[in-house]
């Protein structure tokens, strides 16, 4: 089924550029400066698409939404360059398929990271792989993954980047944080005993932060790239995450919320 679906797709796709530039290339008088442009072209293109989706596009607009966009305008580019087709029957032919495009691309079913991110598939994922279904408290695409927070038990949630868990965070008492997490600050301490202040990167579950609470540090410094990942843990605490509710760490929290500040 997915050689069925992706070959075609990557068979047309492959084929884009050398069409392209057979009629770029026209005729065989000027062939060498040609192809030498149009490759130039290509590969400018291709490096401007790759900054602007990922560093602008996707953020502002999400997977889903620029998918749907980048099909809507090839099916527009498509109609601008229709009228130099000839044959009759052809150019009904394309005029059907391109309608077919525009309401695939409006009323189908768009992409859902939810069956993917739940798979059962994923081997670490013992509640899944026990066929628990997950419950999603909070899903958004950010700048660096798709962030989620799901719940199998009612005892904890936990916190996962593009699928994949990064922390925990629990919620009743007999189900204890992170040993890991927690270790990392503590340890510290047994190098650095009259330490002032602490430097976290990475909120994680914030676990790590919330163990640093329980220290005689003066200040700590939260850095977290992915204002997602902040976003739903304050999910999981019902908006309220109480490691940034320490004075200590106070001055960073919006720093942490701010995309603007990272």
């Given at each position: 089924?997915?050689?069925?679906?992706?070959?075609?797709?990557?068979?047309v796709f492959?084929?884009?550029?050398?069409?392209?530039?057979?009629?770029?290339?026209?005729?065989?008088?000027?062939?060498?400066q040609?192809?030498?442009?149009?490759?130039?072209?290509?590969?400018?293109?291709?490096?401007?698409?790759?900054?602007?989706?990922?560093?602008?596009?996707?953020?502002?607009?999400?997977?889903?939404?620029l998918?749907?966009?980048?099909?809507?305008?090839?099916?527009?580019?498509?109609?601008?360059?229709?009228?130099?087709?000839?044959?009759?029957?052809?150019?009904?032919l394309?005029?059907?398929?391109?309608?077919?495009v525009?309401?695939?691309?409006?009323?189908?079913?768009?992409?859902?990271?939810?069956?993917?991110?739940s798979?059962?598939?994923?081997?670490?994922?013992?509640?899944?792989?026990?066929?628990?279904?997950?419950k999603?408290?909070?899903?958004?695409?950010?700048?660096?993954?798709?962030?989620?927070?799901?719940?199998?038990?009612?005892?904890?949630?936990?916190?996962?980047?593009?699928?994949?868990?990064?922390?925990?965070?629990?919620?009743?008492e007999?189900?204890?944080?992170?040993?890991?997490?927690?270790?990392?600050?503590i340890?510290?301490?047994?190098?650095?005993?009259?330490?002032?202040?602490?430097?976290?990167?990475?909120?994680?579950?914030?676990?790590?932060?919330?163990?640093?609470t329980?220290?005689?540090?003066n200040?700590?410094?939260?850095?977290?790239?992915?204002?997602?990942?902040?976003?739903?843990?304050?999910?999981?605490?019902?908006?309220?995450?109480?490691a940034?509710?320490?004075?200590?760490?106070?001055?960073?929290?919006s720093?942490?919320?701010?995309?603007?500040?990272?």
């Amino acid at each position: 089924l997915v050689l069925a679906v992706l070959l075609p797709t990557t068979f047309v796709f492959g084929a884009l550029f050398p069409i392209a530039l057979s009629l770029y290339c026209e005729r065989v008088t000027h062939l060498n400066q040609r192809v030498g442009q149009g490759y130039a072209i290509n590969t400018l293109g291709s490096i401007a698409g790759s900054v602007a989706a990922g560093f602008w596009l996707i953020p502002i607009l999400g997977t889903n939404r620029l998918l749907t966009l980048s099909v809507l305008l090839c099916a527009l580019l498509a109609w601008l360059l229709i009228r130099y087709v000839n044959p009759y029957r052809t150019l009904l032919l394309l005029h059907g398929s391109l309608t077919l495009v525009v309401v695939g691309a409006l009323f189908l079913p768009h992409l859902d990271y939810r069956p993917l991110l739940s798979s059962r598939l994923y081997r670490f994922n013992f509640d899944a792989a026990q066929g628990k279904t997950a419950k999603f408290l909070y899903l958004e695409e950010g700048k660096a993954g798709v962030i989620s927070l799901v719940q199998y038990s009612p005892l904890q949630v936990k916190l996962h980047n593009n699928g994949m868990q990064e922390s925990y965070i629990s919620l009743h008492e007999a189900v204890p944080p992170p040993f890991t997490e927690t270790l990392l600050g503590i340890m510290p301490f047994l190098l650095h005993e009259n330490a002032k202040t602490a430097f976290v990167v990475g909120f994680g579950g914030g676990n790590t932060v919330q163990a640093l609470t329980h220290t005689p540090v003066n200040s700590i410094r939260i850095v977290e790239l992915e204002p997602a990942v902040v976003s739903a843990v304050a999910v999981a605490y019902q908006d309220t995450i109480p490691a940034l509710q320490d004075s200590r760490s106070e001055e960073h929290t919006s720093e942490l919320q701010s995309p603007d500040h990272l």
